[in-house]
């Protein structure tokens, strides 16, 4: 079963390791970069437009956030 704490995990880890700056994800996504923050932090979860397009940015499978 997929669990909120692990999308949020992997989100986070996704994010890190991406080698990019909150700022540069966060104008890509033309967001704010508090946002971004928040996500790492797993204090929210984007909308699911913003995901995907957060996967776009990444270079991510939505799929591998999403525990399937």
């Not at 508090?34 to 991510?60: E, F, H, W």
Request: glycine share 2%; charged share 20%; with cysteine.
């Amino acid at each position: 079963m997929i669990t909120l704490e692990q999308i949020k995990e992997r989100l986070a880890e996704a994010i890190k390791q991406s080698g990019m700056t909150q700022t540069a994800i966060a104008k890509q996504l033309n967001i704010q970069p508090t946002q971004i923050c928040s996500y790492i932090k797993g204090r929210k979860m984007p909308a699911l437009d913003t995901l995907a397009n957060l996967c776009k940015v990444l270079d991510l499978d939505a799929n591998y956030i999403l525990c399937q």
